[in-house]
């Protein structure tokens, strides 16, 4: 089979499989030898063994002054129970105070001030996920009364990220043999290489402002953590 016309062939089909994609490809008629380009993919999950939780008080009062001191209580008493635990310092974050004032609204009425909203976030970095249950009651216990999210991690995440591209990599490479192949012709080597680093995607087992109760603590499951990467390369032909 003529090289050129191959070339046109298997342009043809790569730029139908990739025209959502949002890197823009090198078209055929840029290059002026036969080539198959591909696009590898990989995905490695692994169990979560970590989690970063974001709990917050949110507390009313008729002065701000009042407001203030419950939540800041609250958040004193539960960042000394998380040290208590073990907690590492560094991490535990702690969002500054948010104070508002509460109104009502009575039709053809002026406003009337009814009081002060204070809020709170901590966000929390859990090393060992066993301790979840324990961590999640004793904020409970403190009055923190709302959780923003809990999501899961490992700590395995660069080796998994490793592990991701070097089977990306793999997979362009087999794709593009097997596209060769199918056609009677041999891959001489990469000429290009094109790669932007991906994230990893871990599972939020809570989501936004959730009232919190007995029963949150209790819900959470172990899940898997995923990490995707992908490569896009030129290939020779021979």
């Known amino acids: 089979m003529n090289k050129l016309l191959l ?5 043809s089909t790569f730029f139908a499989l990739t025209a959502t994609s949002s890197v823009a490809t090198i078209q055929a008629a840029e290059l002026n030898f036969a080539h198959i380009e591909t696009v590898g993919t990989s995905t490695i999950e692994a169990a979560a063994d970590m989690a970063i939780i974001n709990v917050q008080v949110s507390i009313e009062a008729a002065s701000a002054k009042k407001a203030k001191q419950k939540a800041d209580e609250a958040v004193s008493q539960f960042m000394q129970r998380l040290l208590d635990a073990g907690v590492d310092k560094k991490h535990i974050q702690s969002a500054n ?25 901590i966000t929390v970095t859990i090393i060992e996920l066993s301790n979840l249950n324990e961590l999640l009651d004793s904020a409970l216990v403190e009055g923190i009364n709302q959780v923003n999210n809990i999501e899961l ?3 395995k995440e660069a080796e998994m990220m490793a592990q991701a591209r070097q089977a990306a990599i793999k997979d362009a490479k087999q794709k593009a043999e097997s596209l060769a192949k199918g056609f009677g012709e041999q891959v001489a080597g990469v ?3 094109r790669y932007f680093p991906s994230q990893s995607h871990q599972p939020e087992m809570y989501r936004a402002s959730m009232k919190m109760n007995a029963d949150v603590a209790q819900t959470y499951q172990q899940g898997q953590v995923s990490v995707s990467d992908s490569v896009e390369a030129i290939f020779r032909l021979k």
């Not at 070339?7 to 342009?11: D, F, N, Q, V, Y």
């Open 7 to 11: 070339t046109s062939l298997i342009s």
């Open 191 to 193: 000429w290009q290489v």
């Open 97 to 121: 105070l948010q104070l508002n004032p509460q109104y009502e609204y009575v039709q053809n009425k002026p406003r009337k001030l009814t009081g002060y909203s204070a809020n709170r976030q």
């Open 153 to 155: 991690k490992s700590s």
